[in-house]
């Protein structure tokens, strides 16, 4: 068998960096681009020595007299040796009666699950609880969790005894040799349910469909992801429930759009109103509010509502505002007496206003008139 601390140059008790370090200097010295092709051979030998001992399980294997890189170690093919699993179990406790830690736990806990919620705007600007259906793994209420039938429980595994697992005689070509697998017929936990329960055939669970309530912070941002702790999936035989993640889905709204914790919406008012000024009414979330559309208001002009915003999702005691956009609502058809009196006050009001200056971005000081931009609509 080639001794592969030989070929690194490294003592047994080399360490993985020290291991890694002789590595480096071999293959640089055999590389058969800068030592020549007759050294290629050489080259494989020190890969395959760095393969074995750099890794922990095939080091083990390889101090305990067997070489991983031998295909015969294997059991493959007909040598009539065991697996090279059941060798390496020898090596590392499993055949010398250590046994696999005992027998294992029928209760396992649950994997975690995930659900989708949509909630409206407003449900994000003041929180609130929302609802959702998942359909999961419940508790067996019938056997709570055991698998048995009411009246008994678990017995010991005739086969293993109760240890969970069973021992079996390979031959290998250090001889014959015990190893140690799960057993078969309580596959490993040491106990058999001889009379399962009818609802969960042994398992402790059954398919569920629960209606979770999900406390939404306010000031949610969309596609924010929620944890509720222990409310997924229950684990086999009664075990601990994963956790529950629930990602937050914002509709759109009808009247508002959101740009951080301030809410924006359009008011649509006759172009009187934003010459002479007027107030009025709309709807929020916080119910009717007095918005003052100012005199000579121009189109994309914004009047703000202070604290009607969404509330600041760490601060609750503060409120982004809401931006009333003015929409000025210019008509498209004038009667005679209507575009005489509109010419009239266009002659008045517009009379610098003849010429129209072209810019590549927009003009400062210069801003266009109302009835400027309502004349040259209608033109």
């Not at 046994?99 to 029928?106: E, V």
């Not at 000031?219 to 956790?243: K, S, Y």
């Not at 990602?247 to 010459?275: E, K, Y």
């Amino acid at each position: 068998m080639t001794d592969y601390y030989e070929v690194l140059g490294v003592d047994r008790s080399a360490s993985d960096e020290e291991i890694k370090k002789a590595y480096r200097k071999m293959s640089r010295k055999y590389h058969p681009d800068i030592a020549g092709p007759e050294f290629e051979d050489k080259f494989k030998e020190v890969n395959n020595a760095y393969e074995v001992l750099s890794d922990p399980q095939k080091r083990q294997m390889f101090d305990a007299g067997v070489d991983p890189n031998d295909p015969n170690a294997g059991g493959m093919g007909g040598s009539g040796f065991g697996d090279m699993g059941d060798i390496f179990s020898m090596f590392t406790g499993g055949a010398f009666g250590g046994g696999n830690g005992g027998p294992t736990p029928r209760t396992q806990p649950g994997r975690d699950s995930l659900a989708t919620v949509t909630i409206d705007l407003k449900t994000a600007v003041f929180g609130d609880t929302a609802h959702v259906e998942i359909k999961t793994f419940g508790l067996c209420q019938e056997c709570a969790g055991t698998g048995c039938q009411k009246g008994t429980q678990p017995a010991q595994c005739p086969d293993c005894h109760g240890q969970g697992y069973a021992q079996r005689v390979v031959r290998t070509m250090l001889g014959q040799m015990m190893t140690t697998a799960p057993c078969e017929r309580c596959e490993g936990h040491g106990t058999v349910i001889e009379n399962p329960c009818p609802s969960c055939l042994g398992h402790g669970r059954v398919r569920t469909t629960r209606n979770v309530g999900v406390s939404v912070p306010a000031g949610v941002a969309n596609n924010t992801r929620l944890r509720l702790a222990n409310q997924g999936e229950v684990g086999e035989n009664g075990g601990v429930a994963g956790d529950l993640y629930i990602d937050i889905r914002i509709a759109q709204d009808d009247t508002f759009t959101r740009d951080g914790d301030n809410l924006h919406c359009w008011i649509q008012v006759p172009m009187s109103w934003a010459v002479l000024g007027h107030d009025l009414e709309i709807d929020t979330f916080d119910g009717k509010q007095s918005v003052s559309v100012p005199a000579g208001s121009q189109p994309d002009d914004t009047v703000t509502l202070k604290n009607l915003g969404v509330t600041h999702l760490n601060n609750k005691n503060e409120r982004g505002d809401l931006v009333a956009h003015i929409a000025v609502k210019i008509p498209t058809k004038l009667t005679d007496d209507e575009r005489k009196l509109m010419e009239q006050f266009a002659e008045k009001h517009d009379a610098d206003a003849q010429h129209v200056a072209v810019s590549a971005r927009p003009t400062t000081g210069t801003k266009k008139g109302f009835f400027s931009k309502l004349k040259d609509a209608l033109r």
